[in-house]
């Protein structure tokens, strides 16, 4: 069956430092893979898009790099900052509808 | 623009009441989602709708019913509510789907508990 995984302990990391989130996937082949960022209370909110035959994508302090040989997408938030503290959610699309991984919660120390 | 809005905020029922949720979106979308979020489960689509007057079954439909009378608002009913329907409620809406323009935007949610 199709899987996503993402890491369900939380990232802790200093302020300053290059935060690296994971998301895993098998028995899938998405055409595209979305990030999402989610907040206490609140809805996600879309961050980026980057397609199948895209390797890396970046906006501002954010990139994101999708390995379909590995099956795997890496989100970077570099110079990270405590207002960077959130739950990221990584959503794949094979073909209509995204499939959304259960995130990963980020805690960045001042 | 007010985007995605959903009502109520927060709900509270008793079991086998019922309900209905609002969602609405002022940005012409094709396409809009309700969702549920558990802890530890993350969002599972529950029903979707691909343009006024259709709608299609997600990963988790049951015990729940939805319309799409209006372009611009999806509701989601619950005919006879259960403890196990206690969840947060999200709605979605997003331009397309399986292309570029797919970023969904969400509301803010529902609270909703079954006692």
């Known amino acids: 069956s199709q899987k996503i995984e993402q890491n369900s302990e939380a990232l802790n990391i200093q302020e300053g430092k290059t935060a690296t989130l994971t998301c895993n996937y098998t028995?899938?082949?998405?055409?595209?893979l979305q990030w999402y960022r989610q907040d206490p209370g609140r809805g996600p909110v879309f961050l980026l898009l980057?397609?199948?035959?895209?390797k890396e994508k970046r906006k501002e302090r954010l990139k994101v790099t999708f390995d379909t040989t590995l099956k795997q997408s890496l989100f970077h938030i570099t110079a990270s900052q405590p207002a960077d503290s959130a739950t990221y959610l990584c959503a794949l699309e094979g073909g209509y509808i995204p499939t959304f991984g259960r995130g990963t919660s980020l805690i960045v120390h001042p | 623009n007010a985007g995605v809005t959903q009502t109520p905020k927060f709900r509270v029922l008793k079991t086998g009441q019922s309900m209905t949720l609002l969602c609405a979106q002022d940005?012409?979308?094709?396409?809009m989602y309700w969702y549920r979020q558990d802890p530890g489960m993350g969002l599972r689509l529950i029903h979707y709708?691909?343009?006024?007057?259709?709608?299609a079954k997600g990963e988790v439909p049951d015990g729940y019913n939805v319309s799409r009378l209006k372009k611009q608002n999806f509701l989601l009913g619950l005919e006879s509510a259960a403890p196990s329907q206690t969840s947060v409620y999200f709605c979605?809406?997003?331009?397309?789907?399986?292309?570029?323009?797919?970023?969904?935007?969400f509301g803010p949610g529902t609270r909703l508990t079954v006692l």
């Open positions: 709708s691909v343009g006024e007057g259709t709608t």
């Open positions: 980057i397609r199948e035959n895209e």
């Open positions: 940005m012409n979308h094709e396409y």
């Open positions: 028995n899938y082949s998405p055409a595209y």
């Open positions: 979605a809406s997003s331009y397309s789907a399986g292309g570029s323009y797919n970023e969904q935007f």
